[in-house]
C-alpha cells in the first residue's frame, strides 16, 4: 500500500549534470525518469519542480556584473531547458507529461493552472514545472513550496546527492551527525540550510510535510511511497 498519493518532487538542476561540469548527463537523466516512471505505475501523483543551476545560476551571475532580476530570469530560462528534457525523456519511455511553465511561453508550455494540472493527474499525467515562481528574487525551492501547496501534494519530497539532513555537511564534517525527523521550528533554530527561508515558511504555515533524501540511490524514491523511512522528515 502506498503512503503518498500525490507528491511534489523536487530536483536541482545540478543533479542533472551527474560527472560532468555543466549541462546534462544523459545516464542521470534516464536513471530519475525510470524511478519516477516506477511510481507512477503504483497511481501516484508526480509533480516535479525542476532547478537551473546545471545551466545558469543567477547569484553567480550577480558576481560577474550582472543585473539581479536579468540574471534571475536566465536562471528560471534555463529550468525550462530542463524541463523539455526530462519530458522528452518521460515521452521516450512512454510516460505521459504535461509541462507548465509560470508566465505564458507557448508553445513550450502552458501557463501553469491549477484546474488543468489536476486534470492531468487524473489522467496520468506527470506535471513538470518549469520558470519558478515567475518573479525574481525567489528561488526554485519557494517555487517548489509554492506549486506542492497549490496542487495539495500529501508530501515535498527534496532528491539530493545527501541521504538526509545532517548537523552539518556530512560531504566536509565527517563528525556530522544525520536527523531522522525535526520539526521546521527546530531547523530554523538549528540553521540547517534546508532549503530557503520563504520556503521552509511556507511548508510550515501550510502543513506539508518536507522529506530530504538522496535520489542519486536507486530505489530510495519507491521505498519512500511504500512507507519505509529514508531521509529527513521534517513536519510541525
Keep these: 500500500m502506498i503512503k503518498y498519493k500525490r507528491i511534489l518532487l523536487k530536483l536541482s538542476g545540478e543533479a542533472l549534470m551527474g560527472n560532468r561540469q555543466s549541462g546534462i548527463d ?9 524511478q519516477i516512471k516506477e511510481i507512477c505505475k503504483l497511481g ?8 537551473g543551476g546545471n545551466i545558469f545560476r543567477g547569484m553567480q551571475g ?7 532580476v536579468k540574471g534571475d530570469y536566465m536562471g528560471m530560462l ?15 519511455v512512454g510516460q505521459k507529461t504535461r509541462l507548465f511553465t509560470a508566465i505564458k511561453m507557448e508553445p513550450v508550455g502552458e501557463r501553469f493552472n491549477k484546474q488543468k494540472c489536476i486534470a492531468g493527474f487524473s489522467q496520468g499525467e506527470i506535471a513538470i514545472f518549469t520558470f519558478g515562481t515567475g518573479n525574481p528574487f525567489f528561488t526554485t525551492d519557494t517555487a517548489a513550496s509554492l ?4 496542487t495539495e501534494a500529501e508530501v515535498l519530497l527534496k532528491g539530493t546527492r545527501v541521504d538526509g539532513i545532517y ?3 556530512p560531504e566536509k564534517d565527517p563528525a556530522a551527525k544525520k ?3 525535526l520539526s521546521f521550528d527546530e531547523a530554523y ?3 540547517l540550510k534546508i532549503m530557503d527561508l520563504t520556503a521552509v515558511t511556507m511548508c510550515k504555515e501550510n502543513n506539508l510535510p518536507l522529506l530530504v533524501f538522496d535520489m542519486n540511490t536507486k530505489g530510495n524514491l519507491i521505498k519512500i511511497i511504500l512507507g519505509e523511512k529514508i531521509g529527513t522528515l521534517v513536519n510541525n
Design 179 to 181: 536527523f531522522d525527523e
Design 26 to 34: 544523459e545516464i542521470r537523466l534516464m536513471e530519475y525518469v525510470e
Design 62 to 68: 550577480i558576481e560577474k556584473g550582472f543585473d539581479r
Design 44 to 51: 501516484v501523483e508526480v509533480g516535479i519542480v525542476i532547478g
Design 78 to 92: 534555463a529550468t525550462v531547458i530542463n524541463g523539455l528534457a526530462l519530458q522528452s525523456a518521460f515521452e521516450s
Design 167 to 169: 548537523t552539518a555537511d
Design 189 to 191: 533554530s538549528k540553521g
Design 147 to 150: 506549486r506542492a501547496v497549490e
